[in-house]
């Protein structure tokens, strides 16, 4: 992907939200990269997201890019397993899920790995993902242990 190739991605619905957190995977962000702006209604992330859409099965060099993640008509926000008061402390997005509620509103939550978690009350999925610059290499490619896996 190129520069001029930047992700630009929005999601309206759970399908949408399902590929929005594929490409979100393996993302780092310190906890100081979160904020709630209630007054806009609005949860944002700055991270450093893997370039999974890259990635194919290479061995050499990958890429990362500095990435916002934008999650508006949220009501309230919850943490769990997250540390506020270090806000240097880095952390690992696993996933991005919607959980229903009543219909069109409900729950997005961010997973972490080591089990941290943020909860937002939304009323409804209204996400954009934005490539905010060039990318950068990295060598480093991530994995996770799955059960059954000889490794462990």
Not at 50 to 78: C, H, P
Not at 113 to 124: F, K, N, S
Request: negative net charge; proline residues 3%.
């Amino acid at each position: 992907m190129t520069d001029a190739q930047q992700l630009k991605l929005a999601a309206v619905d759970e399908e949408d939200l399902a590929v929005l957190s594929a490409f979100v995977q393996d993302a780092v962000l310190k906890v100081g990269d979160m904020v709630y702006l209630p007054g806009q209604n609005r949860f944002a992330i700055a991270m450093n997201r893997f370039g999974w859409e890259v990635a194919g099965d290479r061995s050499q060099t990958y890429e990362r890019r500095r990435a916002a993640l934008i999650i508006d008509r949220v009501r309230a926000v919850r943490t769990t397993h997250i540390d506020r008061d270090r806000p240097d402390a880095v952390l690992e997005l696993l996933a991005v899920q919607f959980m229903p509620g009543e219909l069109p509103d409900g729950t997005i939550e961010l997973c972490f790995a080591g089990g941290g978690g943020v909860r937002l009350d939304v009323e409804c999925i209204e996400t954009r993902l934005t490539d905010l610059g060039a990318a950068w290499s990295t060598e480093r490619k991530p994995w996770h242990a799955v059960a059954g896996d000889a490794a462990l």
